[in-house]
């Protein structure tokens, strides 16, 4: 993205305190996979969070693995994606 765009963009989205999800979370009925990657800045804390909130949630840490494990680490993302969807 152009910054100038992405800016615009930035600058017409909702306060952050608008993305407290949590409650909405809890109501999740469907099985959930939640993948992260131990590299990814985000702290693995969130996503451990997020596993806790949902039910029927799994939580899958991916080793040496940043934001994008479907890109990253293609080799480990896909067969746990498969298992999870009952293909693998």
Do not use: M
Not at 61 to 76: K, N, Q
Request: a negative charge; aromatic letters at 10%.
């Amino acid at each position: 993205q152009w910054p100038r765009n992405l800016i615009a963009f930035i600058q017409k989205l909702p306060t952050p305190g608008c993305y407290d999800w949590r409650d909405v979370a809890a109501t999740i009925q469907a099985p959930t996979l939640v993948i992260h990657g131990s590299e990814d800045l985000i702290p693995a804390e969130s996503s451990a969070e997020w596993a806790g909130l949902i039910p029927h949630a799994e939580l899958e840490i991916i080793d040496d693995c940043g934001h994008y494990p479907h890109l990253e680490a293609p080799d480990t993302f896909f067969p746990l994606l498969d298992s999870f969807l009952g293909q693998g």
